[in-house]
């Protein structure tokens, strides 16, 4: 079981341009979770998705940025005409399903990350 | 609306002495806990999960401790190695819902 792929691992983007970031989550696991974290901070939940729905995209910015979670292949962030402040690492987690129920055993698994620079 | 607070944010100790991170949190209405070591530039491997019913867990060296009611949990590392330097974060995730609160996480340092 390889666990959940993020790639690229880093991407450097200069201002303007569209970075996309890919999440194969672990074998089995149908529910994902796009997480950021800005330099020196915690990371902040951005988006929840199962195939084909966002359940729940109440932390992601309202303008330039999109995820998916199509029927088939990975799931993607997409973040359109970067900004500096994009610069950070956006981490993806996977389930078998959603957490928010009583079984504790139902925790996410995460990726090792992808690190967005905006020059 | 839930933070999380470590203390400290970094803290460096020479090798075989025992190590404390603090967490705290404002609302006590969570689910559960958990522990999680970032090395850099890699991703998260969760360390202990405390339900909220639990006082504490334990994996070999690891062992940490949760008081729901005063908002805190604290993670103790004995005697540490060097191979224990990295970023330790605490999350917790609210009752009836799914999404984890991260604190900034505590970058320890073991020096040989």
């Known amino acids: 079981n390889a666990g959940v792929m993020q790639n690229p691992r880093h991407l450097v983007r200069r201002r303007g341009q569209e970075a996309r970031l890919r999440c194969s989550p672990m074998?089995?696991?149908?529910?994902v979770y796009w997480y950021r974290q800005l330099p020196e901070e915690g990371l902040k939940f951005m988006v929840y998705?199962?195939?084909?729905?966002?359940?729940?995209e109440s932390g992601m910015p309202k303008e330039r940025f999109s995820a998916e979670f199509p029927k088939e292949g990975p799931s993607i962030l997409r973040i359109q005409q970067v900004v500096r402040g994009d610069s950070a690492a956006y981490f993806c987690?996977?389930?078998?399903?959603?957490?928010?129920?009583?079984?504790?055993?139902?925790?996410?698994?995460f990726g090792a990350g992808s690190r967005l620079t905006v020059l | 609306k839930q933070e999380v607070t470590q203390i400290p944010a970094a803290l460096s100790v020479p090798e075989g002495e025992n190590l404390v991170l603090n967490c705290s949190f404002t609302?006590?209405?969570?689910?559960?806990l958990q522990w999680f070591r970032q090395d850099p530039g890699k991703g998260l491997t969760s360390l202990l999960l405390?339900?909220?019913?639990?006082r504490e867990q334990t994996s070999g060296r690891l062992n940490a401790s949760l008081d729901k009611s005063s908002g805190r949990s604290t993670l103790y590392i004995a005697a540490s190695q060097p191979g224990d330097s990295a970023t330790y974060l605490c999350?917790?995730?609210?009752?009836?819902?799914?999404?984890?609160?991260f604190g900034a996480g505590t970058t320890v340092t073991v020096r040989a």
């Open positions: 987690a996977s389930s078998p399903r959603n957490t928010g129920g009583d079984s504790g055993a139902n925790v996410l698994t």
């Open positions: 074998k089995g696991h149908s529910h």
């Open positions: 998705l199962q195939k084909e729905n966002i359940i729940d």
């Open positions: 609302d006590s209405a969570i689910y559960n």
């Open positions: 405390i339900q909220s019913s639990q």
């Open positions: 999350a917790v995730r609210p009752e009836g819902d799914y999404k984890l609160s």
